[in-house]
């Protein structure tokens, strides 16, 4: 934080608030999103409305007491999408998460805290919180199919509506 505030414009009054308790940890705290993604979701290679990032990876519980690993694949060649909702948290306005801390369950955050979706998700979160400046609108009200066709425009790939 000294070498933030001391080398970065903007940072002066910016304080750590919390970090994870221990190095490693594959998991810490999620939101409660418009949507919370699930482990059916992710068995049922659900697509959505608002899809805006796609992942294969599997389901990649490690056992916290060094017990093995529970993995559970997608059929080859298929995926499933993260929903815009998932980043979109209830009852906060002008807010958008993304990376492993969306609204998912346990299970299902296993699959999709890679460095590939969260990349995606965060372009996602990027792009609408300029459509939702550009607009005047909050994240919760963004019209989703502008979102996609946006994200298209970049040469994301996703599937959703529009």
Do not use: W
Not at 81 to 86: I, Q
Not at 123 to 134: P, S, Y
């Amino acid at each position: 934080m000294e070498f933030c505030r001391r080398y970065l414009a903007g940072f002066d009054n910016a304080y750590l608030g919390v970090t994870a308790p221990m190095v490693g940890i594959r998991e810490s705290r999620r939101i409660v999103g418009e949507y919370v993604m699930g482990l059916e979701d992710f068995q049922a290679a659900r697509k959505f409305e608002d899809g805006i990032a796609k992942s294969s990876y599997p389901v990649d519980i490690h056992n916290p007491t060094g017990g093995g690993v529970q993995l559970e694949k997608i059929p080859p060649g298929d995926y499933q999408e993260v929903p815009y909702r998932s980043l979109v948290p209830l009852e906060v306005d002008n807010l958008l998460v993304a990376g492993r801390c969306i609204s998912t369950t346990f299970e299902a955050q296993s699959a999709i805290r890679i460095e590939a979706t969260c990349r995606a998700m965060g372009e996602a979160a990027g792009v609408a919180a300029a459509l939702c400046v550009k607009e005047g609108v909050t994240p919760r009200a963004l019209d989703v199919v502008a979102l996609m066709e946006a994200l298209r425009e970049q040469g994301a790939n996703v599937h959703g509506v529009g």
